[in-house]
């Protein structure tokens, strides 16, 4: 194999999970390292473990927050009903920003960059009368919408992706930011005939987290917001001479229930993914922990893909193909 090119150094940095209060242990676990310069298309924003080694936001960070380091799968049950409804969340765009921020699901270790439409980064448009988008957007780490497997309750298969989550709390999170979420409901976008669930949560460090175990608290202590929040899905892709997006169920909630079922559900799919189980098309499954998973590799082979990236200041045509041949298969 060819000499790795070498990373570059403008532009990267280190930046740890941001909390206003004591951090829970997830917080410490993780770290992001910047590549290339934000609002180009050559951003990208790794995972690294506290340990120092790389890894996959999408595969290699537990669902469950009550997770022990425990990357074996099947994973263990909570010890009790305390944990049941607390999981990890991988902030993708923070609230009241509008570039178009997602998981690399296609790229070895799943870094997050910015959407890329017609050749352009892409932002998402102000709903009036809000600026950009109304949560903190994210993801449900070991969950996958599968494309192939049609959804009993929306008659409508998978979207390809992890879980969204919109997280309602009062602080604006940041980008690459892992935090403890409580589940309190779903709502069903069906988008280009795909069901896309968009989760419903609160941080558990926001201050008022407490008051919220189920959807009807959100119309209770936040009125309003369900319905802002029906809105801005339904029209955000008009701008862009789309037509409104429709829903299950008629744009109702469902609850934490609900939720908790479609997760477990998504959940499995992943599970039979990261295993080799089903077609995964084009998904990265390249991980750091999962030992039995035949996408396993090793620390340095992650540390050798993230030095094989392409950067601004380096020939695109490069070859780097060995590497990106072995970590995507």
Wanted: glycine share 4%; proline share 7%.
């Amino acid at each position: 194999m060819r000499a790795l090119l070498p990373l570059l150094s403008v532009g990267r940095g280190w930046r740890v999970g941001a909390a206003a209060r004591p951090p829970r242990r997830v917080m410490s676990l993780y770290r992001t390292e910047e590549l290339g310069h934000p609002r180009s298309q050559d951003y990208r924003l790794f995972f690294k473990h506290v340990a120092g080694h790389y890894i996959s936001p999408f595969h290699d960070i537990p669902l469950k927050a009550d997770c022990k380091e425990e990357h074996d799968i099947p994973r263990k049950k909570a010890r009790n009903d305390e944990y049941e409804n607390l999981f990890n969340m991988v902030v993708e765009i923070p609230r009241w920003t509008n570039a178009k921020m997602e998981i690399a699901t296609e790229e070895p270790l799943n870094p997050i960059k910015q959407d890329i439409k017609n050749g352009k980064l892409r932002y998402t448009p102000n709903i009036f009368p809000h600026k950009g988008y109304i949560w903190n957007y994210g993801a449900l780490p070991q969950t996958w919408e599968d494309p192939h497997l049609r959804d009993k309750s929306t008659d409508c298969c998978g979207d390809n992706d992890p879980i969204d989550v919109c997280e309602i709390g009062s602080k604006v999170l940041s980008r690459g930011d892992v935090v403890h979420v409580k589940i309190l409901g779903t709502l069903a976008l069906i988008d280009q005939s795909e069901t896309d669930w968009k989760i419903i949560a609160i941080n558990v460090n926001d201050p008022e987290a407490e008051k919220f175990h189920d959807i009807d608290d959100v119309k209770k202590f936040k009125p309003g917001y369900l319905e802002a929040t029906l809105n801005w899905f339904r029209l955000y892709k008009v701008p862009d001479g789309k037509p409104e997006n429709k829903f299950a169920f008629n744009g109702e909630f469902k609850n934490k229930a609900f939720a908790l079922d479609v997760i477990n559900s998504a959940h499995e799919r992943w599970k039979e993914m990261v295993m080799k189980k089903c077609d995964k098309g084009a998904i990265s499954c390249v991980n750091v922990h999962i030992c039995d998973s035949p996408f396993h590799c090793t620390m340095e082979e992650a540390r050798s893909l993230v030095e094989s990236v392409p950067t601004p200041s380096m020939n695109k045509e490069s070859n780097v193909e060995e590497v990106w041949h072995f970590l995507r298969n």
